[in-house]
């Protein structure tokens, strides 16, 4: 059974820094690409960044680049996202995915970007 737990959200000023992490289980980490997406309030859930089963290409939205970063560590099976430079547009709840696997998402986490 598939089993993913995001953590790492919380209140950060504009311009401030956060790093996501996504614990992986129930199966071959390392054989699936992964992405990030998030959901504001009363919009679509969107696509953040991908990244593929060995870590060698990631992508991005285009309202992210240059200022997240997605990576992964599969001795540890989890997956990353460093986000710089937030802005208030970033505030949503975030999610891991992989999407290759149906129904894989977890819980989310709250990133709120204020100040």
């Known amino acids: 059974q598939v089993q993913l737990v995001e953590s790492g959200g919380g209140l950060v000023q504009p311009g401030g820094s956060l790093r996501l992490s996504c614990a992986a289980s129930g199966f071959t980490f390392s054989g699936y690409a992964m992405r990030w997406y998030r959901q504001a309030p009363g919009k679509e859930r969107e696509f953040v960044a991908q990244?593929?089963?060995?870590?060698?290409?990631?992508n991005y939205a285009d309202s992210v680049k240059g200022r997240f970063i997605i990576s992964r560590d599969n001795v540890k099976n989890t997956l990353y996202l460093q986000m710089n430079s937030l802005k208030p547009e970033d505030t949503a709840i975030y999610y891991c995915?992989?999407?290759?696997?149906?129904?894989?998402w977890g819980q989310g986490t709250q990133v709120t970007v204020s100040s």
């Open positions: 995915n992989v999407p290759a696997l149906r129904n894989s």
């Open positions: 990244i593929t089963s060995a870590g060698g290409n990631t």
